[in-house]
Nanobody, 123 residues
Framework: VQLQASGGGLVQAGDSLRLSCATSGLIFNNYGVGWFRQAPGKEREVVAVIRLRNGVTWYVDSVKGRFTISSDKVKNTIYLQMNSLRPEDTADYYC?????????????????WGQGTQVTVSS
């Protein structure tokens, strides 16, 4: 399984960005995919998760109402639409996949990781 994140960039506060996580070797019904971020000097945090077999989603409180995670089974891609961006959203964003069978929601164990894409939001 391989994941590749893209779509980051430099934007101003209030702007939007859409991140893409292109996958290969991933059977949609068998995985959840999450978007994570890590800002300089801070711990990595999970931002949004989607269970691919049924589309159930989860968001961290700080992005609820602003970010939307979605999937396209035909393109094998998971998206993170980010609206109303804030300077505190500045971070490296990563996508990861977790094999179905987890005991927690969102999953605590992530099996495959993609490389990061940098998002910088200026004030």
């Amino acid at each position: 399984v391989q994941l590749q994140a893209s779509g980051g960039g430099l934007v101003q506060a209030g702007d939007s960005l859409r991140l893409s996580c292109a996958t290969s070797g991933l059977i949609f019904n068998n995985y959840g995919v999450g978007w994570f971020r890590q800002a300089p000097g801070k711990e990595r945090e999970v931002v949004a998760v989607i269970r691919l077999r049924n589309g159930v989603t989860w968001y961290v409180d700080s992005v609820k109402g602003r970010f939307t995670i979605s999937s396209d089974k035909v393109k094998n891609t998971i998206y993170l639409q980010m609206n109303s961006l804030r300077p505190e959203d500045t971070a490296d964003y990563y996508c990861a996949a977790a094999v179905e069978g987890w005991n927690n929601w969102p999953p605590l164990k992530w099996d495959y990781w993609g490389q990061g894409t940098q998002v910088t939001v200026s004030s």
